[in-house]
């Protein structure tokens, strides 16, 4: 039988379980902060925790840290990490210094399952999800490596996967690392990305914590975002915008957009035009993501030219427009570059090592 997993458990849970071993919920928080704010992976360093507790836990309990298996920095201060989890699979998490604070990118899956035309995560198809305690395990370790657990930052759920595929153990991760005992994160500080998977989008405008939201729309008609993402299919844009204009929002919040700029595709004048008019009123904002070329995307960058003229097509309509800039392309940490090598198959986090402004 597998001992219980510290990396997976709620403080809620973490209480019970140390409760069946006769220790109060403080202990529990204790524990809580030596994983989450002191980055501890093990019972050994816990000391104010009894000797007799720490040798007790040694053997009822473990607590499954992602691997530090390879760190790279780009030029521009972007930091890359390959992290190996317990079943030998590996990820890649992506650190931004500047964006405009500190951001972190997690993945939620390996591999993913949607498909999208123009990543290669999407070209490997899904491996497997991530565990509640995988995805928020990226965070202790980053912050644990960069020296960062008892400082602010941001988590931006943009690496390989779609978070709302894998619900239930994003959603969990999120409360992990909301506990107060825990990092404290606020909602304002997470930013999930979807290409809108409606039934879950519904459900996620009914939690208690609402993180941030960022749709990938890509395309303007049904015919191109079917090509885009396959998987949206068996959905219509209408009804993706329907659920944006009755999703949650808190004052002066915003929905962002995220649309990938494809040479000759979905760049045209045109698109522009329908693209503030599927917006309409929406408190939104659009993140222009100019592809990042890789190998087997039959896609194009669009000429900055080209990108400028997109950008100052809506803002004209009165949309707020921003252009993500690519960050950490000398270590493929850019948007669609994440390639974690030796693998059965290449994956990489569409969206990661961008700045989301
Ligand atoms: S773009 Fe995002 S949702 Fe689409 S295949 Fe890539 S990781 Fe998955």
Same mark, same amino acid.
Not at 256 to 275: C, I, K, M, S, W
């Given at each position: 039988?597998?001992?219980?997993?510290?990396?997976?458990?709620?403080?809620? =849970?973490?209480?019970?379980?140390?409760?069946?071993?006769?220790?109060?919920?403080?202990?529990?928080?204790?524990?809580? $902060?030596?994983?989450?704010?002191?980055?501890?992976?093990?019972?050994?360093?816990?000391?104010?925790?009894?000797?007799?507790?720490?040798?007790?836990?040694?053997?009822e309990v473990r607590c499954s840290t992602p691997r530090l298996a390879k760190q790279e920095r780009s030029t521009d201060g972007t930091q890359k990490f390959l992290l190996e989890l317990s079943?030998?699979?590996?990820?890649?998490?992506?650190?931004?210094?500047?964006?405009?604070?500190?951001?972190?990118?997690?993945?939620?899956?390996?591999? +993913?399952?949607?498909?999208?035309?123009?990543?290669?995560?999407?070209? %490997?198809?899904?491996?497997?999800?991530?565990?509640?305690?995988?995805?928020?395990?990226? /965070?202790?370790?980053?912050?644990?490596?960069?020296?960062?657990?008892? $400082?602010?930052?941001?988590?931006?759920?943009?690496?390989?996967?779609?978070?709302?595929?894998?619900?239930?153990?994003? %959603?969990?991760?999120?409360? %992990?690392?909301?506990?107060?005992e825990g990092l404290g994160l606020t909602p304002r500080r997470v930013t999930l990305s979807t290409v809108g998977l409606i039934p879950a989008l519904e459900r996620l405008a009914t939690e208690a914590w609402v993180p941030n939201l960022a749709v990938s729309l890509h395309a303007t008609t049904d015919e191109l975002r079917h090509k885009l993402i396959p998987t949206s299919r068996t959905?219509?844009?209408?009804?993706?915008?329907?659920? +944006? $204009?009755?999703?949650?929002?808190?004052? $002066? =919040?915003?929905?962002?957009?995220?649309?990938?700029?494809?040479?000759? /595709?979905?760049?045209?004048?045109?698109?522009?035009?329908?693209? @503030?008019?599927?917006?309409?009123?929406?408190?939104?904002?659009?993140?222009?993501?100019?592809?990042?070329?890789?190998?087997?995307?039959?896609?194009?960058?669009?000429?900055?030219?080209?990108?400028?003229?997109?950008?100052?097509?809506?803002?004209?309509?009165?949309?707020?427009?921003?252009?993500?800039?690519?960050?950490?392309?000398?270590?493929?940490? @850019? +948007?669609?570059?994440?390639?974690? =090598?030796?693998?059965?198959?290449?994956?990489?986090?569409?969206?990661?090592?961008?700045?989301?402004?």
């Amino acid at each position: 039988m597998s001992l219980p997993d510290l990396a997976e458990l709620e403080l809620p =849970e973490l209480e019970a379980m140390v409760a069946t071993l006769g220790v109060g919920p403080f202990r529990a928080r204790q524990i809580y $902060r030596w994983l989450y704010r002191r980055g501890l992976d093990g019972v050994e360093g816990m000391t104010d925790l009894s000797l007799a507790l720490r040798q007790r836990l040694r053997t009822e309990v473990r607590c499954s840290t992602p691997r530090l298996a390879k760190q790279e920095r780009s030029t521009d201060g972007t930091q890359k990490f390959l992290l190996e989890l317990s079943d030998g699979k590996t990820l890649e998490s992506v650190f931004i210094p500047d964006t405009p604070s500190m951001t972190f990118c997690i993945s939620t899956q390996v591999g +993913c399952a949607m498909r999208c035309g123009f990543c290669l995560t999407g070209q %490997m198809g899904l491996t497997r999800h991530l565990s509640a305690g995988e995805i928020a395990g990226q /965070v202790r370790v980053l912050a644990r490596e960069l020296d960062l657990s008892d $400082r602010k930052f941001n988590i931006v759920l943009m690496g390989m996967g779609e978070p709302l595929h894998n619900y239930d153990a994003t %959603m969990k991760a999120l409360r %992990m690392l909301a506990a107060p005992e825990g990092l404290g994160l606020t909602p304002r500080r997470v930013t999930l990305s979807t290409v809108g998977l409606i039934p879950a989008l519904e459900r996620l405008a009914t939690e208690a914590w609402v993180p941030n939201l960022a749709v990938s729309l890509h395309a303007t008609t049904d015919e191109l975002r079917h090509k885009l993402i396959p998987t949206s299919r068996t959905q219509r844009l209408e009804d993706l915008m329907a659920v +944006c $204009r009755r999703f949650p929002l808190k004052h $002066r =919040e915003r929905i962002t957009f995220e649309y990938v700029l494809l040479d000759g /595709v979905n760049d045209l004048d045109a698109d522009a035009r329908r693209l @503030a008019g599927l917006l309409g009123a929406l408190p939104a904002k659009v993140n222009l993501i100019p592809l990042n070329p890789a190998p087997g995307i039959p896609f194009a960058r669009p000429s900055d030219s080209r990108v400028s003229r997109f950008a100052a097509a809506l803002a004209r309509r009165g949309v707020r427009v921003s252009v993500r800039k690519s960050r950490g392309q000398d270590i493929r940490a @850019a +948007c669609g570059q994440l390639i974690v =090598e030796g693998g059965p198959r290449r994956s990489a986090g569409q969206h990661a090592a961008e700045e989301l402004s």
